[in-house]
């Protein structure tokens, strides 16, 4: 029986590598397809995110910097000139056709946090935005409390971040902006980080590794009750 139970854990870690290795290139698809349009206010309520997330979307809007606020990261193997503690400046796009959605327009580092130190990043008009589709960030028991009162936030909750910077019709997801600079070079997009653990063939050898060393262990035993038992 523990032979079963330790090969069926094997197997069902297979099954689960066959499934990341799909999610990833699946992923990877979506992140090189073509910027598709972004879905329209109507469907927000029934979008099945899980359809959408790191798809390339693009909008078209107006930017209410008065409203940015940050995210605390701590940006490691960036592929601009910035990296290190900062923030994401996230920043709500209010369409062209309805609605508003919240943008990670980039990473700035912690000296740059003040939007008075770079007011060339603030630059007016209609904007088009290219970026990837994310959806809402979970938070754990290790995540700070956010400061709303400072618009300081520690994850990607576009319902708290439009509740507290008093936008009401945010969609249910944001956009991280692609690498297309922005005036003065920050906020610095493109930063997005894909990452998916994947350690399922390892635990699959393991699980099947302890089946094999159980077979062995039987195997042992049973030759040496044998032999015992000859006169």
Do not use: C
Not at 1 to 25: D, P, Y
Not at 83 to 96: H, K, Q, T
Not at 121 to 137: D, I, N, Q, W, Y
Request: charged share 20%; no cysteine.
């Amino acid at each position: 029986m523990g032979v079963a139970i330790l090969i069926g854990l094997g197997t069902w870690q297979l099954e689960r590598l066959a499934w990341k290795n799909a999610l990833v290139a699946t992923i990877a698809a979506r992140m090189a397809a073509p910027p598709a349009p972004l879905p329209a206010p109507s469907a927000w309520p029934t979008l099945d995110l899980d359809q959408w997330r790191y798809r390339r979307v693009q909008a078209v809007g107006t930017f209410d910097h008065a409203r940015e606020v940050r995210i605390y990261t701590l940006l490691t193997d960036q592929n601009g000139p910035y990296g290190g503690p900062g923030y994401w400046i996230v920043a709500p796009l209010r369409l062209r056709d309805g609605g508003s959605v919240l943008v990670n327009r980039g990473f700035v580092p912690e000296a740059k946090a003040d939007p008075a130190t770079r007011p060339e990043s603030h630059a007016s008009g209609e904007k088009t935005v290219v970026g990837l589709l994310r959806e809402p960030e979970d938070r754990n028991m290790f995540t700070p409390a956010d400061v709303p009162e400072k618009r300081l936030f520690f994850t990607r909750d576009p319902q708290a971040i439009a509740a507290a910077i008093g936008v009401a019709d945010a969609a249910p997801f944001t956009i991280d902006a692609d690498a297309t600079p922005n005036p003065g070079g920050l906020p610095q997009g493109g930063e997005t980080r894909v990452a998916f653990p994947n350690r399922h063939l390892e635990y699959a050898l393991t699980w099947y590794g302890l089946a094999a060393a159980l077979v062995a262990v039987f195997a042992a035993l049973a030759w040496k009750v044998r032999r015992e038992a000859q006169p």
